[in-house]
């Protein structure tokens, strides 16, 4: 009777599910113009995080399983270590989407408070595409309009 509460109860254990998630983040960009993110630490450029958004394109930039039911971190959380991130549209027109404790004198700029901040997550569309009682799947888009480039000019 011992052994078979015991093996009950291994096996009970045994058979949790791990709950897990799985998340895609995707820029869209709208514009007619092409955008390249460059990710800055100081006056160092990570070039391992650089991304090429064509005119008129979307582009996955970040998918991941993660543990728990969660789709977080999107590509905007994972920016936020970075201190700039500037923003090139054309190879000619760039502008700095900058943090709150980075000194930048000047005046040509997206705060991270700015409803256009690429690194703010909370200007990110977040969609839930399958739900269960063990997983979620989902994703973050982040769109570039054609003001945004007016804006940076």
Not at 21 to 30: A, D, L, P, Q, R
Not at 36 to 42: E, Q, T, W
Request: aromatic share 12%.
């Amino acid at each position: 009777m011992k052994y078979s509460l015991l093996f009950l109860l291994v096996v009970s254990i045994g058979c949790v599910k791990e709950k897990v998630g799985h998340t895609s983040s995707f820029i869209k960009n709208s514009t007619s113009h092409k955008i390249i993110l460059l990710p800055y630490n100081g006056t160092t450029l990570d070039n391992s995080t650089i991304k090429v958004i064509n005119p008129n394109s979307t582009v996955e930039v970040y998918n991941d399983n993660v543990r728990g039911k969660t789709i977080e971190p999107g590509f905007g959380t994972l920016l936020q270590p970075y201190d700039s991130v500037v923003v090139s549209y054309d190879d000619t027109i760039k502008i700095p989407h900058i943090k709150f404790n980075i000194l930048y004198n000047g005046s040509h700029k997206v705060l991270f408070t700015s409803n256009r901040s690429i690194s703010n997550q909370n200007n990110w569309v977040k969609t839930i595409t399958n739900e269960t009682k063990y997983s979620l799947e989902g994703n973050f888009m982040y769109t570039f309009v054609e003001q945004d480039y007016l804006d940076a000019k």
